[in-house]
């Protein structure tokens, strides 16, 4: 990730300034308060604003005056049942900003999770940059045949190979014609002082979709804890989940109470059917259950196994 020299200013400035404040803080996010941190080639994800603690999460599941004089472990024993019992509420009590640098193709699937303010950056009124997303070149696989959305196998290194340099020719040209296009330099200034150039907000629609865009992107934690369950997940693709696990990395150095309930009943936990739980009970009770007697299908049974980690979820 290349910052310009512009950027990299103003994120020492924001760095650089302290303020006296009554709200709860957490040390450990200030430490990282507006540092970019690099996603992909050209990509950031940096915190700019937070407001609330784990600390907020019990005070409103309290619906205390203060803070409270709890222990530690009292605090930690709210969240888990919270958590474990879906009181989803007082996890709206906490908010974080983000200012967030993403491929176009990755932003279109990010904007799905629509419970969050959002406020993109306008190529009708500033030039886009010269910046395109290139995969690594293992991470072009072929088109999944188990999952119309996702990939498989990686290519073969000469295809990826081709493919790279396809995509790369692709980006390039078409970021040529933008500037012919709009008949600006990346500056804004006049190609051809004699020659009009066609708006920005047309000629925008040449680029392709590996182009980086930008955005602020505020949201509160259970919101975000839905999106980091559905974002980090083995199957989701992986140019939005190395996204996700990097905001996984700061959300447990704001809310680590959170975040620890979180990665145990949502990520990493697992939730049973009626008939999945009638299949463990009988597990439990020494016997061999008949899935497809209880009603499950070939998938749901193959799923099932995969959630006990029996016969490889085959």
């Not at 006049?190 to 602020?216: I, K, V």
Request: proline share 4%.
């Amino acid at each position: 990730m290349a910052l310009t020299q512009m950027e990299r200013e103003a994120i020492a400035e924001a760095r650089a300034v302290r303020g006296e404040t009554r709200r709860p803080t957490v040390a450990a996010l200030e430490d990282i308060l507006h540092e970019a941190i690099p996603v992909l080639d050209h990509g950031l994800v940096r915190v700019v604003d937070y407001m609330g603690d784990d600390g907020a999460i019990v005070q409103a599941a309290r619906v205390s005056y203060g803070r409270g004089t709890t222990r530690w472990r009292d605090d930690r024993s709210l969240i888990r049942y919270l958590m474990r019992h879906r009181h989803t509420t007082p996890f709206e009590m906490c908010e974080i900003k983000f200012h967030i640098k993403l491929p176009i193709f990755v932003a279109r699937q990010w904007i799905r999770h629509r419970m969050a303010s959002v406020n993109e950056q306008s190529a009708r009124y500033s030039i886009v940059d010269r910046e395109f997303y290139l995969p690594q070149p293992e991470d072009l696989g072929v088109q999944s045949r188990s999952n119309r959305q996702g990939r498989g196998d990686p290519l073969p290194p000469a295809r990826a190979a081709e493919v790279l340099r396809l995509l790369r020719e692709d980006a390039e040209r078409c970021y040529v014609h933008y500037l012919d296009l709009l008949n600006e330099d990346e500056q804004g200034r006049a190609r051809h002082p004699d020659e009009q150039g066609l708006a920005r907000e047309l000629s925008r629609m040449n680029l392709t979709l590996n182009y980086y865009t930008q955005w602020y992107w505020k949201i509160d934690l259970h919101n975000l804890l839905h999106f980091l369950r559905l974002r980090m997940d083995a199957h989701a693709q992986k140019e939005i989940r190395l996204y996700a696990e990097v905001i996984g990395d700061i959300v447990a150095r704001w809310v680590p109470h959170a975040w620890e309930a979180f990665c145990d009943y949502r990520l990493k936990g697992a939730e049973l059917s009626r008939q999945e739980l009638e299949a463990v009970r009988c597990l439990a009770r020494g016997e061999q259950p008949d899935l497809t007697a209880l009603g499950l299908s070939a998938r749901e049974q193959a799923e099932f196994r995969q959630k006990l980690g029996l016969d490889g979820g085959s």
